[in-house]
């Protein structure tokens, strides 16, 4: 096993763990997660909304063992880069991650969307005006977010992330938002 496939293997163990987490009881291994999943008829929700732009979303993208193409569509347009209106497709393991940090915080309040994908060019213009945006950021990719639930502290939200052991959290207290990517898993403050 390469260590590429064996962080995809945590990952995915651990975003699954997260969901059996909210559920009765946690799977304890990958293979019979998926089945402990389908069998207590799991369904996979996200919600948020975007200040910036107005919209609202409330979708249910997964359901027993199969992701919804066009509830993942309709994430991928609300997840684009805003300033230029551009789509790119948002990786499932973050909105995975995502959802089941949503999910172990216990809040029916949806997300505020404050970064999805980056545009090549909005990275760089928001890496003009600040030090804390990376180069080769994981949102160029579609591979991050950075959220806020208002009932809940970032570090409720950063705790619930880091619980699903399926990639970056990021904290940022002056900022008030907490970044989840589907990447390396590791966490820091910003």
């Known amino acids: 096993m390469t260590e590429k496939s064996a962080l995809k293997g945590i990952t995915r163990r651990g975003v699954l763990s997260a969901f059996a ?24 929700r996200l919600k948020m909304y975007n200040g910036r732009t107005g919209e609202t979303m409330d979708t249910i993208y997964w359901i027993e063992g199969s992701y919804i193409k066009d509830a993942l569509k309709e994430i991928n347009a609300f997840m684009r880069d805003w300033r230029r209106n551009e789509v790119k497709t948002i990786d499932t393991r973050t909105i995975d991650i995502m959802a089941a940090a949503h999910n172990l915080t216990d809040s029916s309040e949806p997300y505020m969307l404050l970064s999805g994908y980056r545009s090549p060019a909005t990275n760089a213009m928001l890496r003009s005006r600040s030090r804390g945006v990376a180069k080769n950021s994981l949102h160029l990719k579609g591979q991050a977010a950075d959220l806020r639930l208002g009932n ?28 989840m990517d589907c990447g390396v898993v590791r966490s820091w403050n910003g």
């Open 21 to 44: 987490a909210t559920a009765v009881v946690a799977a304890p291994t990958f293979s019979n997660a998926a089945g402990f999943l389908r069998g207590a008829g799991d369904i996979r």
């Open 152 to 179: 809940r502290s970032i570090y409720q939200v950063a705790k619930a992330a880091k619980s699903c052991g399926g990639g970056g959290v990021g904290t940022y207290r002056g900022s008030n938002f907490v970044h």
